[in-house]
């Protein structure tokens, strides 16, 4: 082989390993593409309800209530009468089957919401008002198109009936799509068309910040004294590999963990928040300690000796300038740890996270559910609706993902010190 | 180390307090994935009728609950489990070891197992027989137990479809393959397999049950929704599942008929439908007065309002009780009364 041969060679081993770099990097590309593509596809249209516009008269006749009236005495107040004749306003029903289907098409929640429109202008007895009442999920999903309306009628949820009206409606510019309060404010719901991640929002905030209350200091403080005052022997050694194999540790294991101590022994209130913090920052500990221990150990050994030859005590020169310089790091650790734990679910579902909670969680011991754990709830259920729910929950877990990340990665180039 | 320790223990002490003040104003409920969206609809109902919190329902699957159920008696134990099957003797025992003395059952209405497939595929009707014999492990031919050998409907009975058989199956740990495994399985195992079980020392009902490992029959997991996603992919596929999902799924799947029955309201109801099995659930007595509530949903799922045939419950696929049973359930439901433990 000559000499132009072998380089000729060289040169193609190098182009073809370029090649196969950049051909893995876009496969990867492709598929995190095809997957947003996927979730946004289908959850982007889960921002969005459908409103029907309806006309409410407060008819005297059919309210026990006057004008004025203490706001308790309207909330306990029947507003159903006032409710189904608003709702038969919509279209002429010839019988009882042809009414129940035309009430059909809204929310259960109907009256609930005539009533809170009562309550914001407390002198509507005997006014006509133009109200937007949320639509029925069937309805709702007919509307975002993702229900096929070209089947035979024994085969389609929605009956010949109900897509007259909904056509109807649709001519006389009723029916609108408007911004999905409740997809935020509300906690779960059978009804997909009143189900939110408010619950589950509050219940994920409360466990990441028990996390990190517990975490944090632990994590941070043990790093500290492994990394700077620890003297190196077996049992220093012993605890660094014993760390990092609780790092690898799968999480469901900590899961059963807090079953048997959290729960049975110590007879914490299953599904809370505080059960899910605890856990989750058992998980985190060892995913924060060795981030931290890296960062304090790139702080070079002349800031330290510095330190000391000024006269500083040991004690000083650590807390005064190497952890200091350390923080970017430690806290970029601490975010990524985080992050992680935000996404679990597995721990959660063995201390009872997974149920169903309607009420929003007020303090840390109410039941609540968490992000993840509704995706999975979410994904179990038979209605339609939930389909576009799942996606959209996702979506919110990933930008609560991609922020936190955007955090940290932010902290460690603004703060960060080179030493070369 | 020591300041760690301390902090560690500072934490743990403090946590034990928050036990001791620890009471609940809302029902905990536990139990199986079927009875799971009925209990959820009730819940939400009785939640937003205003007086009491909406109770919390999790989803641990019948066995699961059973246990979580019969740990004891206080704030820290469910007050009610739902089931997909009636409670067994050993879990009995196991409540009665631990102080749960007193039970109530309450029967939630009936529950139908659909055999289906996509609708874009043609009509089908299965005798239980075939399907045992598509499924099972062993089957009986010319009176001996072999390997099961059928690769096609065709070979099962000349008359069903010339197709490869693939069914999807919902995992052991599941309620509805506990009721398939004991309404089609067991029943539909032939007297000669039986025989041959039995003559051979084995409990003819396990072995029965055990489904093929072969790849016709493939475990689909506990996500009915997505075997159902499955099934409308592929028109040479069966799956079975709850009623309510093939209510909810009519444009993307249909039922086939079993012993030429369709699954329908009424037959599942008078159990005409060869696939049908009631749903229970099970209430602490100890809790009624002292978790607030307790009565009252009882009271709201046993109502005309939830359980009849025009109630908010059959909406979503449960199939209501025949009247008479349902007049039983609804005594249960109002004097609290309790099922005999001895």
């Not at chain 1, 309210?63 to 005495?73: F, K, L, R, S, T």
């Not at chain 2, 704030?75 to 003797?89: G, Y």
């Not at chain 2, 874009?120 to 099972?136: G, N």
């Amino acid at each position: 082989m000559t000499k132009e041969q072998r380089l000729k060679k060289r040169h193609a081993a190098e182009k073809r390993f370029r090649l196969y770099g950049l051909t893995s990097i876009l496969v990867a590309l492709v598929f995190v593409l095809i997957l947003v593509n996927n979730i946004f596809s289908k959850g982007s249209s889960a921002f969005m309800k459908t409103v029907i516009n309806v006309e409410v008269f407060f008819d005297p006749e059919l309210i026990e209530i006057e004008n004025g009236a203490p706001e308790e005495n309207i909330r306990e107040a029947d507003f159903y009468d006032i409710t189904i004749e608003t709702l038969l306003k919509a279209y002429p029903a010839k019988n009882l089957d042809e009414e129940n289907e035309l009430i059909d098409l809204f929310t259960t929640d109907a009256e609930i919401e005539i009533k809170k429109a009562f309550l914001e202008n407390n002198n509507l007895i005997g006014k006509k008002i133009n109200l937007e009442i949320t639509a029925s999920d069937d309805i709702d999903q007919l509307h975002k198109g993702n229900y096929p309306r070209n089947l035979p009628e024994d085969r389609r949820r929605i009956s010949n009936f109900q897509l007259k009206i909904y056509d109807n409606l649709l001519k006389n510019n009723k029916i609108n799509k408007n911004f999905n309060n409740y997809f935020f404010n509300n906690g779960d719901s059978r009804d997909p068309e009143l189900a939110g991640i408010g619950g589950a929002l509050v219940g994920s905030f409360y466990s990441i910040i028990i996390c990190l209350l517990l975490a944090f200091p632990v994590a941070v403080l043990a790093s500290i004294y492994l990394e700077e005052f620890a003297p190196k022997n077996k049992i220093t050694d012993f605890i660094e590999i014993n760390i990092n194999n609780l790092a690898a540790v799968p999480s469901i294991v900590y899961g059963l963990l807090a079953l048997q101590i959290l729960l049975a022994t110590i007879q914490l209130p299953r599904s809370t928040p505080l059960v899910a913090g605890i856990t989750l920052a058992l998980m985190t500990l060892p995913r924060i300690i060795i981030p931290c221990r890296a960062s304090l150990k790139a702080v070079p050994p002349s800031i330290r000796e510095g330190a000391l030859a000024v006269g500083a005590s040991k004690f000083q020169s650590v807390f005064h300038h190497v952890v200091p310089l350390s923080l970017p790091g430690t806290l970029s650790g601490t975010i990524i740890g985080l992050a992680q734990a935000l996404g679990e679910t597995a721990p959660l579902i063995l201390i009872g996270m997974v149920a169903f909670v309607v009420d929003i969680p007020s303090t840390p011991i109410d039941p609540s559910s968490s992000l993840p754990v509704q995706v999975y709830l979410w994904s179990e259920s038979a209605e339609r609706g939930f389909v576009e729910k799942t996606s959209a929950t996702i979506m919110m877990l990933l930008s609560f993902l991609i922020v936190m990340n955007f955090i940290a990665v932010y902290l460690r180039q603004k703060f960060e010190k080179r030493w070369n | 180390m020591k300041k760690i320790i301390n902090i560690l223990l500072g934490f743990l002490i403090a946590l034990s307090f928050t036990t001791i003040s620890y009471s609940r104003d809302q029902i905990k409920i536990v139990g199986s994935s079927t009875v799971y969206p009925y209990a959820t609809v009730v819940a939400e109902k009785f939640g937003k009728s205003g007086k009491f919190k909406t109770p919390v329902i999790e989803s641990t699957g019948t066995g699961g609950g059973m246990k979580l159920f019969c740990a004891g008696v206080g704030a820290n134990h469910p007050d009610v489990t739902n089931a997909s099957r009636a409670i067994k003797p050993k879990e009995i025992e196991l409540c009665k070891k631990n102080g749960v003395t007193e039970i109530i059952e309450i029967i939630v209405g009936n529950d139908g197992i659909s055999f289906a497939h996509s609708v874009s595929a043609p009509d089908a009707d299965f005798t239980k027989e075939q399907l045992w014999r598509a499924l099972a492990a062993k089957v009986d031919i010319d009176g001996k137990l072999l390997e099961n050998p059928y690769k096609k409907w065709s070979d099962i009975d000349a008359n069903l479809p010339n197709k490869k058989i693939e069914i999807l199956i919902a995992p052991p740990t599941s309620g509805t393959r506990d009721a398939w495994n004991s309404l089609v399985m067991t029943k539909g195992c032939t007297k000669t397999a039986k025989s041959l079980y039995e003559s051979a020392g084995k409990k003819a009902k396990k072995e029965c049950a055990k489904i093929r490992e072969d790849g016709y029959a493939v475990e689909a997991g506990e996500n009915d929704t997505l075997i159902i996603q499955k099934l409308s992919s592929n028109p040479d596929a069966f799956g079975f599942f709850g009623y309510s999902y093939l209510v909810a799924n009519k444009d993307k799947i249909k039922a086939s008929s079993v012993d030429g029955v369709q699954p329908s309201l009424e037959g599942i109801q008078d159990y005409s439908y060869p696939i049908a099995r009631p749903l229970f659930f099970y209430v602490k007595k100890a809790h009624v007065g002292v978790i607030p509530g307790i009565k009252e949903f009882l009271k709201e799922f046993t109502s005309k309002k939830a359980m009849s045939n025009r109630g908010y419950l059959a909406k979503i696929g449960l199939v209501p009780l025949a009247s008479d049973k349902y007049k039983a359930t609804r005594t249960a439901a109002l004097d609290l009364v309790t099922i005999s433990i001895n």
